[in-house]
């Protein structure tokens, strides 16, 4: 629970400590003293949004620190023990926020982002505003205030995701097959040109090797007579050939019998020029041996070309490109069939968000369809009891429209009312009037908060538009929450705070240049004196202080 509060130049609060007990605590004041100044820096400190506007005039920052027993949390304590933030001692979150509009946040003296603040203090503190009857008129208040109820917040989250995943799943599929007809007909386009590719089958360097053979064979006349005349001329002129120049220079070298260096690297040449122009001569030997000018041939090499110049011009790509073409073309055609495979794998995912969705939505439907009868009759008797005898008080819950997975479950979630007896229930935005709207509204915050695992529960004047037995009913409501864990209620209402525990005064202090908030725990004796201006006004008389003294120790007296 909250067992501190200190607040530093925060508005017009300059300094501020507050001890806070268990059981119900209300804070009174006159308009405008400062009561709602404390409970928005208490929410600072659990990660409401600041502005620079809220420093104290005059002052650098404003800095505000709450202290927290966790010794009945156990889920706070888990939260800090997996983010190595636990202290032996008590938890200290801690707000500053700058003139500049800067913002600093600490849990157990470890700076931390906002969001962390704002997580741990959802495990701490609950609370409820004046204005929060407002919300009863959105449908979305009436199914969050039903799950809560029901315990079935997590729950509500998945079947919130698995809409969501079936969702994004579907728009997948539909993207894929609806573009179905459109990859069919590429399908067959490439599936027709790739067999094209693959009957041609062209081989790696094939189109060089064809292309030079072509040549070879388009030129076999003039090549053959001059491979002739070259064989001639180096081995076969009977007049004078290379090799036999060669074989008399060498035999000439040889007789010479001298050891000149020179003459040695000359004679080594020319051995070297002899044995390269025979095996030049044996190479032109076998290309004539072997060279075949069969037309057929020849006739088959212009086909073979023509065929893969005119795929080539076909697929606007060099010749050179047909086998990169292909590959590509294959690799198209590979994730054409991929997608055919996701559309499969979608399909089979789609089945099974829908079934997961079904299970998690039919339990969620179970839990509200048990909660709503409790908390529909729980409510109920609090109107009744709220000054509104023969109300009538129903959580309907009404089948969604479409059969497709929806984020909020299968079904939609309305209160209904009927304020007075005879009238036929309605919804609420319809019938309610304002004072009605603000007793139901407290009726709902009263029971569910008997439910809430958080401790400590805040109630900002929401007893707004109630007076007279009816208030004094609050009171009782508002104690009996404090006697399970700890209460803190800024009221108007002398009932509300004759209930109280520990009552806390705010009033302004004003000085010579300046005007500060305080706040004092009052004493038996100033609490009866509160309570009695709250009934009659400034001046005090015997007795508004006797009726102020007889409400404190009736409230004491049917609480025991």
């Known amino acids: 629970?909250?067992?501190?509060?200190?607040?530093?130049?925060?508005?017009?609060?300059?300094?501020?400590?507050?001890?806070?007990?268990?059981?119900?605590?209300?804070?009174?004041?006159?308009?405008?003293?400062?009561?709602?100044?404390?409970?928005?820096?208490?929410?600072?400190?659990?990660?409401?949004?600041?502005?620079?506007?809220?420093?104290?005039?005059?002052?650098?920052?404003?800095d505000i620190l709450a202290t927290f027993d966790l010794q009945d949390i156990p889920e706070a304590r888990a939260w800090l023990a997996d983010r190595d933030l636990e202290s032996d001692g008590p938890c200290i979150l801690r707000r500053v926020i700058t003139t500049e509009g800067r913002s600093r946040s600490y849990i157990n003296g470890t700076p931390c982002p906002q969001g962390d603040l704002k997580a741990l203090g959802e495990l701490l503190i609950d609370i409820h505003s004046q204005h929060e009857h407002q919300s009863l008129l959105k449908p979305d208040t009436h199914r969050r205030l039903l799950d809560e109820y029901a315990g079935a917040t997590d729950l509500s989250r998945q079947v919130q995701l698995a809409a969501q995943r079936w969702r994004q799943t579907r728009q997948e599929l539909e993207h894929l097959t609806n573009s179905g007809d459109e990859q069919r007909a590429r399908h067959q386009l490439l599936s027709y040109q790739l067999e094209e590719l693959e009957t041609l089958s062209l081989?790696?360097?094939?189109?060089?090797?064809?292309?030079?053979?072509?040549?070879?064979?388009?030129?076999?006349?003039?090549?053959?007579?001059?491979?002739?005349?070259?064989?001639?001329?180096?081995?076969?002129?009977?007049?004078?050939?290379?090799?036999?120049?060669?074989?008399?220079?060498?035999?000439?070298?040889?007789?010479?019998?001298?050891?000149?260096?020179?003459?040695?690297?000359?004679?080594?040449?020319?051995?070297?020029?002899?044995?390269?122009?025979e095996e030049a001569v044996g190479e032109l030997n076998r290309f004539l041996d072997h060279f075949d000018a069969d037309p057929g041939r020849l006739q088959y090499l212009e086909e073979r070309l023509d065929t893969i110049y005119t795929l080539a011009r076909k697929h606007r790509v060099q010749p050179n490109d047909v086998p990169a073409l292909q590959q590509r073309l294959l690799d198209e055609l590979e994730s054409l069939n991929a997608n055919d495979e996701s559309i499969e794998r979608l399909a089979n995912e789609l089945t099974a968000y829908t079934r997961h969705y079904q299970e998690c939505a039919r339990e969620l439907s179970n839990l509200r369809g048990q909660a709503a009868t409790c908390l529909s009759s729980a409510v109920e008797e609090e109107i009744q009891r709220l000054g509104m005898p023969g109300g009538r008080f129903l959580i309907e819950l009404r089948p969604?429209?479409?059969?497709?997975?929806?984020?909020?479950?299968?079904?939609?979630?309305?209160?209904?009312?009927?304020?007075?007896?005879?009238?036929?229930?309605?919804?609420?935005?319809?019938?309610?009037?304002?004072?009605?709207?603000?007793?139901?509204?407290?009726?709902?915050?009263v029971i569910t908060a008997q439910t809430s695992r958080v401790p400590t529960l805040v109630f900002d004047e929401v007893d707004v538009g109630i007076g007279g037995p009816t208030a004094e009913i609050v009171g009782q409501l508002l104690?009996?929450?404090?006697?399970?864990?700890?209460?803190?209620?800024?009221?108007?209402?002398?009932?509300?705070?004759?209930?109280?525990?520990?009552?806390?005064?705010?009033?302004?202090?004003?000085?010579?240049?300046?005007?500060?908030?305080?706040?004092?725990?009052?004493?038996?004796?100033?609490?009866?004196?509160?309570?009695?201006?709250?009934?009659?006004?400034i001046d005090l008389t015997k007795e508004s202080l006797a009726h102020a003294k007889k409400m404190v120790v009736t409230a004491k007296i049917l609480a025991a």
């Open 1 to 62: 629970m909250l067992v501190h509060l200190s607040v530093h130049n925060y508005a017009i609060v300059e300094h501020l400590d507050l001890e806070l007990d268990r059981g119900m605590s209300v804070i009174t004041g006159e308009t405008g003293a400062g009561k709602s100044i404390m409970l928005d820096a208490l929410g600072l400190t659990l990660g409401d949004r600041a502005d620079s506007g809220v420093v104290r005039p005059g002052a650098d920052k404003a």
């Open 400 to 445: 969604q429209a479409s059969a497709d997975p929806m984020p909020h479950g299968l079904e939609q979630v309305e209160l209904l009312v009927s304020a007075n007896p005879g009238q036929p229930l309605k919804a609420l935005a319809k019938v309610a009037s304002g004072g009605e709207l603000s007793r139901i509204s407290l009726a709902i915050q």
């Open 203 to 277: 081989g790696e360097n094939e189109l060089e090797e064809l292309e030079q053979e072509h040549k070879n064979l388009t030129n076999a006349e003039t090549l053959l007579t001059i491979c002739r005349q070259v064989v001639e001329q180096c081995s076969e002129n009977d007049s004078g050939n290379v090799l036999n120049a060669l074989t008399v220079s060498l035999n000439r070298l040889s007789s010479i019998n001298n050891s000149s260096g020179s003459l040695s690297e000359a004679t080594d040449l020319l051995a070297s020029a002899q044995i390269q122009v």
């Open 479 to 537: 104690r009996r929450l404090g006697e399970r864990g700890q209460v803190l209620t800024v009221t108007h209402l002398p009932q509300v705070a004759a209930q109280c525990h520990q009552h806390l005064f705010v009033h302004k202090v004003r000085e010579s240049d300046t005007t500060r908030t305080a706040v004092s725990k009052l004493s038996k004796k100033e609490r009866i004196e509160e309570v009695a201006r709250m009934l009659g006004g």
